[in-house]
């Protein structure tokens, strides 16, 4: 699309690439009329015509274009090439890699990624190559190994990454979003698994298998659940180690949930000294633990969050700022 000047046969033209301006010249300019294609010798703007020109292989759809016959083809150069480079993106930054089939859609992508506040790390034109997978793949945020791309092919299939390709724009900002929240509440899940859950047990009567080295008793778990390596404490805050063991009908198991009664092992504790029967047990979270499980509470059952609380009252009667 011709939107101002004059260009003619045998023009030398210059176009923006990727890494550098094409520079060619024109063999010949075909113009529509009445559905057919007439060749003429020179066009005036505004007009939409096809040119024929050798060289022009690596030629991508909605890179600038202009006649350079004169003297100042270095300086046009710089600036044809400049026009592309303000909207190719490449940094440092960790984001998302962005690929368009023109300079007008990538700008446009681009700026509707900026509106979401969803970081670019990379974004140009073309087809997603092996490189943008290579380059995405080495992100450390999983929420950034991904390809954005508009209108564009794939020319290697991968499972490394999340490549979103579509050819309308909106839709690959809503199918990012609402994947990124999906895996976010993924990563959310895996974390609050690893962590060690509110809890409370009771010692069971009659049930104390060993007093010490370590310590062997019976429990139930009233609320919440019991995992191997729990740091425990009694109703006044009082430490009393860890569970190194639980078994279940004679049976090691790694954690044990409401209802369960079970034989746990603690190393630290000796029974009619510093645990007895019929006593609460609960679990002694530290204060990173507490503020990441209030954080995530959408993820615990109801008596955990009732329990959290119960923890926090505890812990302040000794730091009334704990777990703030």
Do not use: C
Request: proline share 2%; hydrophobic share 40%; no cysteine.
């Amino acid at each position: 699309i011709l939107y101002d000047g004059t260009i003619k046969k045998n023009d030398i033209i210059l176009i923006a690439g990727l890494n550098e301006p094409i520079k060619t010249k024109i063999k010949g300019i075909f113009q529509l009329d009445n559905k057919k294609l007439n060749a003429i010798e020179a066009v005036e703007a505004a007009a939409y015509v096809k040119i024929i020109a050798t060289d022009v292989e690596e030629v991508i759809a909605g890179m600038p274009l202009i006649v350079a016959n004169e003297k100042d083809t270095e300086e046009k150069e710089n600036l044809i090439q400049e026009e592309v480079e303000e909207v190719i993106i490449e940094t440092d930054n960790e984001g998302v890699i962005v690929k368009a089939d023109s300079l007008g859609s990538l700008e446009a992508l681009i700026g509707l990624l900026k509106e979401n506040d969803i970081l670019i790390k990379r974004a140009s034109i073309g087809d997603i190559n092996k490189s943008d997978i290579s380059i995405a793949s080495a992100e450390e945020n999983n929420l950034f190994k991904v390809i954005l791309g508009f209108n564009v092919r794939l020319k290697e299939e991968t499972k490394e990454v999340k490549i979103i390709n579509k050819k309308i724009i909106y839709q690959i900002v809503d199918e990012y979003k609402e994947w990124e929240s999906s895996e976010k509440r993924k990563e959310e899940a895996k974390q609050i698994e690893s962590l060690q859950r509110p809890f409370r047990l009771t010692v069971l009567p009659g049930t104390v298998f060993r007093q010490s080295h370590p310590a062997v008793v019976g429990v139930e778990v009233i609320n919440g659940i019991l995992k191997i390596d729990s740091k425990i404490m009694n109703e006044l805050g009082k430490s009393l180690g860890e569970v190194k063991t639980i078994q279940l009908n004679g049976e090691d198991i790694k954690e044990a949930k409401r209802g369960n009664q079970v034989a746990i092992a603690l190393p630290s504790v000796t029974v009619g000294r510093n645990l007895f029967e019929n006593e609460n047990i609960l679990s002694d979270l530290n204060e990173e633990e507490f503020r990441t499980l209030k954080d995530m509470k959408q993820f615990l059952e109801t008596d955990e969050i009732n329990l959290l609380k119960i923890i926090a009252e505890i812990k302040r009667k000794n730091n009334t700022l704990w777990g703030i």
